[in-house]
């Protein structure tokens, strides 16, 4: 007969032990495992996210170079060079073209750049137009003196601001480019004992504008004042006396405070900047068409302007107005096709030099 001998408990109870290590050690894995996946398709994700932001970054700056030979190309034709109108800034448009045509989906590699700007319109919509921005449409605050400054109090003032803080504004800008210690137009200029004498002081610069948020440091300027002004000022270019303001790309309301920037011309100045516009919009009254047009300066009758009226553009013309520009900025968009991914470059262009070659003054990536 057969007698079945028992396992003593001591060793199922150790079998069971091993086991539910066992059991343990292989949750522990999977639970690595799991989480070496999820780690590797992270940074498989990021990789690749790494890869086409490169390659959107190298297309935008393939855009910028782009941007570059289209202006340098425009300068060499003398034609298109002695005038520059916002459907046509920068750029030689062919018959038949549209900036659409030389500016967007413009195809590198696995990619496209688009080079276009936004504009708000008065009700408030923002427009996308393809192109070239005319920097020269602006009022240079480097250009800014005792004799001319109160183009910017009354660009100030038509902007929506009362004239007393106009008035320190636009006399501290002077102040704060001059080389001399004299207070412009005081009380409201300020020199180095204003600054000086604040709770956190530093000093004047009496050095050109380096950029447009160094008007924070201005007297008088607020973020309210800046973020309304921004857009019709610049700081190029930097060494200059003159303000070579395009008539045929600036806003209405800078032509107009140009206008009254001049003796005893605020009904002149009202009604030509209406003609202005009126004219430069071509035969379909709207901005950014085919038929815009250079406005005459030389010649103003050739508008229909009348006698007082072609003096009034003639003293305008004394005073800084001009036809064409040698400043733009670009604002470039390079995106990666496969991926969608984007990369955004904002640059301002010179084609100054005697070559009328281009050159970039300052870029960044948005």
């Not at 929506?160 to 009380?187: C, I, K, L, Q, R």
């Not at 019709?232 to 930097?238: M, Q, W």
């Not at 003796?263 to 209406?274: E, K, L, M, V, Y």
């Not at 901005?287 to 047009?293: C, E, K, L, P």
Request: aromatic share 8%; charged share 25%; net charge negative.
């Amino acid at each position: 007969m057969i007698k079945i001998i028992p396992a003593k408990s001591g060793k199922r109870k150790d079998s069971g032990i091993i086991l539910l290590i066992v059991l343990w050690l292989l949750v522990i894995l999977s639970l690595i495992a799991i989480g070496l996946g999820r780690r590797t398709s992270v940074d498989f994700s990021l990789a690749k996210y790494g890869v086409g932001k490169l390659k959107a970054d190298f297309t935008a700056r393939a855009g910028l170079t782009y941007a570059l030979e289209q202006i340098s190309r425009d300068a060499q034709d003398s034609t298109t060079a002695a005038w520059d109108t916002l459907y046509q800034c920068g750029v030689k448009i062919e018959e038949g073209q549209v900036p659409e045509d030389i500016f967007k989906h413009a195809a590198v590699g696995e990619g496209y750049f688009d080079i276009q700007y936004s504009v708000a319109a008065l009700d408030g919509t923002v427009n996308a137009r393809y192109g070239l921005q005319d920097e020269t449409a602006k009022i240079n605050l480097n250009a800014l003196n005792q004799v001319n400054f109160s183009v910017l109090k009354h660009l100030i003032t038509f902007l929506g601001f009362e004239d007393g803080v106009a008035n320190t504004v636009a006399a501290a800008v002077v102040d704060w480019v001059d080389a001399d210690s004299d207070v412009t137009a005081a009380p409201h200029g300020a020199e180095d004992d204003d600054y000086m004498s604040l709770s956190k002081p530093y000093h004047c610069k009496n050095l050109p504008f380096d950029s447009l948020e160094e008007l924070f440091l201005v007297k008088g300027m607020t973020s309210e004042i800046f973020a309304t002004l921004k857009d019709y000022v610049t700081v190029y270019p930097k060494e200059t006396d003159t303000l070579s303001i395009n008539v045929n790309t600036a806003p209405e309301v800078v032509i107009r405070a140009l206008g009254y920037s001049l003796p005893d011309s605020t009904a002149d100045a009202d009604r030509i900047t209406r003609n202005i516009i009126a004219y430069r919009s071509g035969e379909d009254q709207e901005i950014f068409t085919a038929d815009d047009r250079p406005v005459e300066l030389i010649d103003p009758g050739k508008m229909g302007f009348t006698d007082s009226e072609t003096g009034f553009l003639h003293n305008l013309r004394n005073r800084g107005l001009g036809l064409s520009s040698n400043y733009f900025r670009v604002n470039i968009r390079g995106v990666t096709e496969a991926s969608l991914i984007k990369s955004d470059i904002e640059a301002v262009v010179s084609r100054e030099n005697s070559e009328r070659n281009s050159d970039v003054l300052f870029w960044r990536r948005k």
